[in-house]
Nanobody, 127 residues
Framework: QVQLVESGGGLVKAGESLRVSCVAS????????MAWFRQAPGKEREFVAALSWNGGSTTYTKYEDSVKGRFTMSTDNAKNTVSLQMNSLKPEDTAVYFC?????????????????WGQGTQVTVSS
């Protein structure tokens, strides 16, 4: 089993920045994908960003179009932590942000493609 715990959500104004992080514990994998999804009230959970590590020195990242250039995902393997730096936040970024994980190195943009989930952290952007 893998446990994921998010932190760092909060309330910010439009144009400001926020960083959310996810600490993983439990079972480890030789290769893995870590992802961020978000879910706004009344909407389906949607893909935000993902990072794939193939067990070597290479990582791959993928971003949803609306966050490209504003959000950056990074990893600190020594701390089993992935982070999502969110800049130039917009009110439409308001949602609960979930960390997700799966074994393997192929990135999926579908929530059903992930085995493990955190409890989520609220990000609210006021106009």
């Amino acid at each position: 089993q893998v446990q994921l715990v998010e932190s760092g959500g909060g309330l910010v104004k439009a144009g400001e920045s926020l960083r959310v992080s996810c600490v993983a514990s439990g079972r480890t994998f030789s290769s893995y994908v870590m992802a961020w999804f978000r879910q706004a009230p009344g909407k389906e959970r949607e893909f935000v960003a993902a990072l794939s590590w193939n067990g070597g020195s290479t990582t791959y990242t993928k971003y949803e179009d609306s966050v490209k250039g504003r959000f950056t995902m990074s990893t600190d393997n020594a701390k089993n932590t992935v982070s999502l730096q969110m800049n130039s936040l917009k009110p439409e970024d308001t949602a609960v942000y979930f960390c997700a994980a799966r074994s393997g190195w192929i990135i999926s943009t579908f929530a059903s493609g992930y085995e493990y989930w955190g409890q989520g952290t609220q990000v609210t952007v006021s106009s």
